[in-house]
């Protein structure tokens, strides 16, 4: 019976300290993060993404802000592509690193994404906050290759339009994600709104 208690106080015991540690890194991260919280993606959402984006084995995929690392693992198996992921949580980096651990092909880097330059990447996937959306549209157009396709789950990038939005089955996690192909995402929209500009003034 004591010993019963013993273990229950142990487990109690790393529970509470593995919850101290995720709000001490959230906390900490906060200034620059802004909101975007360590919450993986679900992995049905992950096989969504894969199955509507195919890669190639000399894909480049950035994860910016890659939480425990899973989407770098899961394109890694899935297509064999090279991954890098950008994380500023220490709790979620080191969770990353430690389970990419020996993965090649894959790195995980403590760092904050803002200031990363992104021009090598061919894919790039996001699970961010509204609040740095606008700011994620001014980047990507800045910095991104023709041709480069961006997935954003949860939030759309302001101002682009879509090519393609996906719902995953499931009653649990059937938030949108954005698919868009870079620049045509961004000319798109604007085409459209030019087009209704002379629309109106005619
Ligand atoms: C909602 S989680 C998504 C994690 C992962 N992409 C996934 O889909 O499973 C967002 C992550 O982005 C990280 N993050 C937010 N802003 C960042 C920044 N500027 N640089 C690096 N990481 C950032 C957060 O710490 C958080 O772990």
């Known amino acids: 019976m004591v010993e019963w208690i ?5 487990v109690m015991g790393v529970l509470f300290a593995v919850k101290l540690l995720y709000v001490l890194a959230t906390v900490s991260a906060h200034p620059i993060t802004q909101g975007a919280l360590f919450v993986p993606t679900a992995n049905i959402r992950v096989t969504t993404f894969l199955d509507a984006v ?3 084995s000399g894909d480049f995929l950035v994860d910016i802000g890659c939480g425990d690392g899973r989407v770098l693992r899961a394109a890694r198996r899935r297509y064999g592509v090279s991954a890098l992921g950008f994380e500023v ?15 090649e092909g894959i790195q995980v880097r403590w760092r904050n994404f803002w200031k990363v330059h992104l021009r090598d990447a061919n894919v790039v996937f996001c699970y961010l906050f509204p609040d740095v ?14 041709g480069t396709r961006v997935v954003s789950c949860n939030f759309p990038i302001p101002g682009w339009k879509p090519l393609e939005v996906l719902f995953p089955d499931s009653s649990l996690h059937d938030d949108p994600i954005y698919v868009y192909r870079f620049p045509d995402s961004c000319r798109s929209i604007r085409t459209d709104r030019k087009e209704t500009a002379q629309l109106s003034s005619s």
């Open 54 to 56: 195919p890669m190639r």
């Open 133 to 146: 959306m606008e700011r994620l549209a001014k980047k990507l157009e800045a910095e991104l290759r023709t």
């Open 89 to 103: 949580n220490l709790l979620a980096y080191l969770i990353a690193k430690v389970r990419s651990l020996g993965i």
């Open 6 to 10: 013993f273990v229950v106080l142990i």
